[in-house]
C-alpha cells in the first residue's frame, strides 16, 4: 500500500501534465514503478472499498479462457455487461488472449499453461510475462 501511496505522491509532486481525449488532463510520469515482494505482501489497493468476490470471480474468469459473460452473471458480477453483446459475447478479450493468443503465423498459445512451465522448468529467466 504505501508503495502505491508514494508512488501517487510523485505523480502529483513532479508529474507534468498532458493533454487527453476528454479534455481534462492528466499528470504523467516517465517509467515511474511500484515494486512489492510477493512473499510479505499483496499489492491490493486498500485506500477504496473493494468488492473482493467480483474480483476473484473475474480472474477465475479470466482463468478459464472465457470470453462470455454468463459466468460472471451466474455469480452476481456485472462490470463487464456493457460491453458485451446480445449474447453475452465479448469478443477476444483477456482470457481469450492468456488462453488462446493467436501468433501472427496463426500459432494458437496458452500463455497461462506457457509460463507455469517456464516457471517449473527456468523459474530465472526474464522472458515470465503474459
Known amino acids: 500500500m504505501q ?3 508514494d508512488l501517487i505522491r510523485l505523480v502529483l509532486e513532479t508529474g507534468r501534465p498532458k493533454e487527453d481525449r476528454t479534455g481534462t488532463g492528466t499528470l504523467s510520469v516517465f517509467g515511474a ?3 512489492f ?3 510479505e505482501t499483496f499489492p491490493l489497493l486498500t485506500t477504496k472499498k473493494l ?4 474480483i476473484i470471480h473475474e480472474l477465475l474468469w479470466f482463468l478459464r479462457g472465457d470470453t462470455n459473460v454468463a459466468y460472471l452473471q451466474e455469480r452476481g458480477v456485472s462490470i463487464w455487461n456493457e460491453w458485451a453483446d446480445e449474447k ?3 469478443g477476444r478479450v483477456y482470457g ?3 488462453r488462446d493468443w493467436r501468433g501472427p503465423g496463426g500459432e494458437q ?3 497461462i499453461d506457457r509460463v507455469i512451465e517456464q516457471i517449473k522448468t527456468n523459474p530465472d529467466s526474464r522472458r515470465l510475462i503474459v
Open 109 to 111: 498459445v496458452d500463455q
Open 3 to 5: 508503495a502505491y501511496l
Open 96 to 98: 481469450a488472449q492468456w
Open 33 to 35: 514503478q511500484a515494486r
Open 37 to 39: 515482494d510477493l512473499r
Open 51 to 54: 468488492h473482493l468476490k467480483s
Open 88 to 90: 453475452g459475447d465479448l
